[in-house]
């Protein structure tokens, strides 16, 4: 877990039973992500159209959603902040 997460020993060791299962049982969840992912790409030439198209536009889909989260982030004004800091949006 220290590798995974780039922790120190010591940074495990003040976790609490619960915490260190949290994390633990997500390092299964990123890898399983990660081994489908690669699946998609290895298996992408010999797809049909068709699951080439979902592929693709499950993709595009989150990177326009990843670009209306930073258009909205840059369009802050310095008083959004301020009544964001301070709990009043």
Same mark, same amino acid.
Do not use: C, H
């Given at each position: 877990? /220290?590798?995974?997460?780039?922790?120190?020993?010591?940074? *495990?060791?003040?976790? &609490?039973? #619960? @915490?260190?299962? &949290?994390?633990?049982?997500? *390092?299964?969840?990123?890898? /399983?992500?990660?081994?489908?992912?690669?699946?998609?790409?290895?298996?992408?030439?010999?797809?049909?159209?068709?699951a080439?198209?979902?592929?693709?536009n499950?993709?595009?889909?989150?990177?326009? @959603?990843?670009?209306?989260?930073?258009?909205?982030?840059?369009?802050?004004?310095? @008083? #959004? *902040?301020?009544?964001? *800091?301070?709990?009043?949006?």
């Amino acid at each position: 877990m /220290a590798r995974f997460y780039g922790w120190l020993p010591s940074d *495990i060791d003040e976790l &609490t039973p #619960d @915490e260190f299962f &949290t994390y633990q049982n997500s *390092i299964f969840v990123i890898e /399983a992500k990660e081994k489908l992912q690669k699946l998609e790409i290895a298996d992408y030439p010999n797809l049909k159209d068709e699951a080439r198209k979902r592929i693709f536009n499950a993709a595009k889909k989150k990177l326009d @959603e990843f670009k209306v989260k930073d258009k909205k982030q840059q369009q802050l004004s310095n @008083e #959004d *902040i301020f009544r964001m *800091i301070s709990g009043r949006l």
